[in-house]
């Protein structure tokens, strides 16, 4: 069973930054697309970067280009999202996602796997 555990969030001013990590288990993943998605209040679950798990090929929403790097380790089997630049509408639960395809994939039903979620709190 495949096991995604998300850490790193937290409360953060406006313009500054954040790592967060998630650690994945209970598989090897050499043929899965890894995406981190978020979730605002009273709002879709959305797409935010993804990366092929062997090539490394990375894929990201227009609302975070520029400001937002998605990276994994292949031998601790983890997972990142460095956010810099971080703005108050960044502001939402950051989930980690797994699908057992390794094309691109934006839309949440595409994941296989999800973590629990990590809250991100950017303040103005």
């Known amino acids: 069973q495949v096991q995604l555990v998300e850490s790193g969030g937290g409360l953060v001013q406006a313009g500054g930054s954040l790592r967060l990590s998630c650690a994945a288990s209970?598989?090897?993943?050499?043929?899965?697309?890894m995406g981190w998605f978020r979730q605002a209040p009273e709002k879709e679950r959305e797409f935010v970067a993804g990366?092929?798990?062997?090539?490394?090929?990375?894929y990201y929403t227009d609302l975070v280009k520029g400001r937002f790097v998605i990276s994994r380790d292949n031998v601790k089997n983890t997972l990142y999202l460095q956010m810099n630049s971080l703005k108050p509408e960044d502001t939402a639960v950051y989930y980690c996602a797994a699908r057992r395809n390794p094309a691109v994939g934006v839309a949440s039903y595409e994941y296989d796997f999800w973590g629990q979620g990590t809250q991100v709190t950017v303040s103005s």
């Open positions: 990366i092929g798990w062997i090539r490394g090929t990375t």
């Open positions: 209970g598989r090897t993943f050499s043929n899965y697309f």
